[in-house]
């Protein structure tokens, strides 16, 4: 089944640090582009930030610049969002996506309290 599941989320203090992973299954994730979203209170949903293939080329949301890292592991067929930093407005669930497949996550819950 061609799918990709996020996990890795949790309750973690301001300050602290979470990695996301996004692992593919059905196909080979090194050849696709991979974009973050989160999706806050009462709005839509936020790009967070997205890697495309290789990782030459990275897009960061200003909110995250800084703090927040994608990188890929091609062996374990994973894209990872590595968070450092965190913030109570950081406090979402965060989905992955392929957009050339038109594949979605069912999501990852972070939540930052203190």
């Known amino acids: 089944q061609v799918k990709v599941v996020e996990s890795g989320g949790g309750l973690v203090e301001p300050g602290g640090s979470l990695r996301l992973s996004c692992v593919a299954s059905g196909f080979n994730l090194t050849h696709y582009g991979v974009n973050w979203y989160r999706r806050g209170t009462g709005e839509g949903r936020e790009l967070v930030g997205f890697?495309?293939?290789?990782?030459?080329?990275?897009f960061y949301a200003d909110s995250v610049k800084g703090r927040f890292h994608i990188s890929r592991d091609n062996a374990k067929n994973t894209v990872f969002l590595q968070m450092n930093d965190l913030k109570p407005e950081d406090t979402a669930p965060y989905f992955c996506?392929?957009?050339?497949?038109?594949?979605w996550g069912q999501g990852t819950q972070v939540t930052v309290s203190s």
């Open positions: 890697i495309i293939i290789g990782e030459d080329t990275l």
């Open positions: 996506n392929v957009p050339l497949r038109d594949l």
